[in-house]
């Protein structure tokens, strides 16, 4: 499965069986039974729920608001104290009932847990010529010495207040030795000069790189979730920390390695916000050290050798979502 709505759809389907099954295994009627749930503003405001605005334009499904939920919540079944709330709210309430600040401010995970940050890929995505010279023009303009390429990959984006499905665009030029205010001025201009990219990463780990990039097919299955936990797992225990608001990995099927193929490649996307409607991307050299990336980079290359590129997110929200789809 590539598109990223069936596969929020689908996990909202899988979330409402685990309810329901749950609800049967005590003995309950789940068709005349009450549930809550941590449903929050955000949540409403991206799935387009059109109790929370007649004009609202679906960004992304939330398992927590799919076709079923509504029709439960038309029926007074679904409670949701926080549905007013956003993340920021949310937290200053679990502080004024003393919950542990480790939990109060622990990072969200996704509702439909690590299947949107698998890039999944069939092939069927083409970047035009047209698309490519009117890329290499802008780059020439704006790229202060980095080099890029449009990436066949689509990630789901918010522009102009409406949801987005463009490519991804990959800068590269000066590996760990980059100017991020450059490299800013990049993931801000790129999504709003051109209407096939809303997301832009910026490759740590090589300068210009050797070849085009190469995609290759990919999809959900055992192996490439247990690499996306392991790599998430380096990149969370070394970026999570203040002011970081969220921090995770991204797998792509994609390298440029062709001596002998590797087949994945690492985004890594931090945001720093207080309620998750917008934000910017954590900043290397201020919010977060050069040393540490640079520490982060060598412990991904050790680890996982099957890694080729690793890349930094250096899109805001907007253009870009949070997670990638």
Known sequence: MVDPEAKRNLIGEVFIQVVRKTAESLHLDFDNTFWAQGTLRPDLIESGNPDVSSHAHKIKTHHNDVDIV???????????????WHKDEVRQVARSLGIDESIASRQPFPGPGLAVRLMCNDGTNVVTAEQTNKFKQLMEQIGAGNDGQVVPIHTVGVQGDCRSYRYLAVASGRGMDFD????????????????????????LNQRKLSGPIITYPMYINRENVDLLREVDDIVVKKLNRKPVSQVFAVLLPMGVDTSRPKKYSVAIRTIITNDFMTGRPAFIGGD????????????????????????YDVTSKPPATVEWQ
């Open 70 to 84: 509504r029709k439960a919540r038309e029926r007074g079944l679904v409670i949701e104290t926080n549905w007013d």
């Open 288 to 311: 977060i050290s050069k040393e540490i990336m640079m520490e982060l980079v060598a412990e991904i290359e050790h680890s996982l050798p099957e890694i080729d590129l690793i890349l």
């Open 180 to 203: 991020w205010e450059q490299l800013y001025h990049i993931g801000k201009t790129l999504p709003n000069q051109v209407d096939f990219i809303n997301r832009v990463a910026y490759v």
